[in-house]
């Protein structure tokens, strides 16, 4: 399978409690995006890297979010101090080179926070 | 204001009947619209990209196209595998981020 991949695919946790996802891009795919989305919404943009430079955050990227992809492969999203409002599912995308570029989504790691 | 706004929000349609679901956008400096598929609990599967007014792409028994503002996704002859939500987003140069800005959906039933 040459698609995005992501681990694990459901996490429940309790409120309070850390946890972080793993993403596996495309493989020759350079940029890297993520994703949050809830129940009845579109995808919301959260962080892109491309290459190993995180280059945008957007606003819904709360201090207690923090994102890496060394060396320019897979990424981590880890989220400290959990809150109920952090229950979604989160998605990992990559692209090729520039903007515009189609996004290839990943199955997604759905949150639960208790 | 939504910048990308889809409708109707649900459809229901028998198997067979033809018709076409909205995405409607207000950005501006337009750099790729996108079509994609998504079934619940996983991620949105790609369906298609198109970067400028009057351009058109098929796949199967779906067609996209795009004016200077709006798509339209037209479904000929729908069967039940094309329950899904179907999901729009742009990718604009006047936005900071380079990520997709996505509409709600449009929540798909094929009744056989």
Not at chain 2, 18 to 43: A, E, H, I, M
Not at chain 2, 78 to 98: I, Q
Request: net charge neutral; proline share 5%.
């Amino acid at each position: 399978d040459t698609g995005v991949s992501q681990d694990p695919r459901h996490k429940i946790t309790k409120r309070g409690q850390n946890v972080t996802f793993r993403c596996d891009p495309i493989s020759e795919h350079n940029r890297l995006y993520w994703y949050r989305q809830t129940l009845g919404q579109g995808p919301e943009f959260l962080t892109y890297f491309q290459n190993e430079a995180q280059l945008e955050k957007s606003r819904l990227l709360s201090d207690r979010f923090s994102a890496e992809r060394p060396k320019g492969s897979f990424s981590t999203l880890e989220i400290q101090r959990t809150e109920q409002g952090d229950s979604a599912m989160y998605l990992c995308a990559s692209s090729l080179n520039t903007g515009g570029g189609t996004q290839y989504f990943g199955p997604g790691t759905r949150l639960t926070v208790l | 204001e939504d910048q990308v706004t889809q409708s109707p929000e649900a459809l229901r349609l028998q198997e067979g009947e033809s018709s076409s679901l909205n995405c409607s956008y207000t950005v501006s400096g337009l750099r790729g619209l996108f079509w994609y598929r998504q079934d619940p609990g996983k991620g949105p599967e790609f369906l298609f990209t198109l970067y400028s007014a009057g351009e058109e792409k098929e796949k199967e028994r779906l067609k996209a196209t795009l004016t200077k503002k709006e798509s339209f996704l037209h479904i000929t002859a729908p069967k039940p595998e094309d329950s899904a939500t179907y999901l729009c987003a742009v990718h604009y140069s006047g936005g900071g981020a380079d990520g997709l800005t996505f509409g709600k959906g449009t929540h798909l039933i094929i009744q056989p």
